[in-house]
């Protein structure tokens, strides 16, 4: 079973520019989860959707960040235009909805290995 | 809101020493608490959870966890530790019963196993 996704894996672009990330989760997840790393800090929470819907993004720190999940399968995160301080490792998270209740803590989420943005 | 103080950013150790990673969360109610491990070029993994029951709570690799709630804590350990386990380690914790799996995370531990 293919893992989470993550395209680019590291990107590198200017300051004022346009860049999109792009996650695909496991097949079957309704859960999508957006986090981000900045220089070494905490993992911290972006957003969350259930299938197209998004769920929670309380953590989104501006609207220069724009996500999007159509279809409810891939999504994507697109940073417009790009500051410095967005510089980190973005990750994606996947996880399936539960069977028995779905507003239930299911626990564990399934990570993609990053992207690494690097906003000079 | 959630916290989680990860007490060690950088540990060093040598092969078959124990390793014992330090977490704190602050949060008022019960909480659902997991250590994360993201190995050299690979994706974040889960290594154990706690939910409820047994306070100690056996992961993957050998790792193992204790849940003292009137410390909040949720210290991970190891008795040896293999090169292999030179990783990074992150301990998170969710609401319980919160809708979906909205981790709040520690800063992280660099853990070395020197061989």
């Known amino acids: 079973e293919a893992g989470v996704t993550q395209f680019p894996s590291h990107s590198v672009i200017e300051k004022g520019q346009t860049v999109t990330l792009r996650c695909d989760p496991i097949?079957?997840?309704?859960?999508l989860y957006w986090y981000r790393r900045v220089m070494g800090k905490e993992i911290k929470f972006l957003l969350h959707f259930v299938k197209e819907s998004k769920q929670d993004e309380s953590g989104m720190p501006n609207n220069r960040f724009l996500a999007e999940r159509t279809g409810g399968t891939y999504s994507t995160l697109k940073v417009q235009p790009a500051e410095l301080e967005d510089s980190g490792v973005y990750f994606c998270?996947?996880?399936?909805?539960?069977?028995?209740?779905?507003?239930?803590?299911?626990?564990?989420?399934?990570f993609g290995e990053g992207s690494r943005l690097t906003v000079l | 809101a959630q916290s989680v103080s990860q007490h060690n950013h950088h540990v060093i150790l040598s092969e078959a020493a124990s390793l014992e990673l330090g977490c704190n969360y602050s949060y008022g109610g019960t909480v659902n608490l997991f250590w994360y491990v993201q190995y050299p070029g690979q994706h974040l993994q889960l290594l154990l959870k706690?939910?409820?029951?047994?306070?100690l709570v056996k992961g993957i690799k050998g790792f193992e966890a204790e849940f003292i709630k009137s410390k909040f804590s949720f210290n991970l350990r190891k008795p040896s530790v293999q090169w292999s386990d030179t990783a990074e380690y992150f301990c998170a914790v969710t609401a319980w019963g919160a809708a979906g799996n909205k981790l709040t995370f520690g800063g992280g531990t660099r853990v070395l196993v020197k061989p």
């Open positions: 998270a996947s996880s399936p909805r539960s069977q028995t209740d779905p507003s239930a803590n299911t626990g564990e989420l399934f």
């Open positions: 706690y939910f409820s029951g047994d306070p």
């Open positions: 097949s079957g997840h309704d859960n």
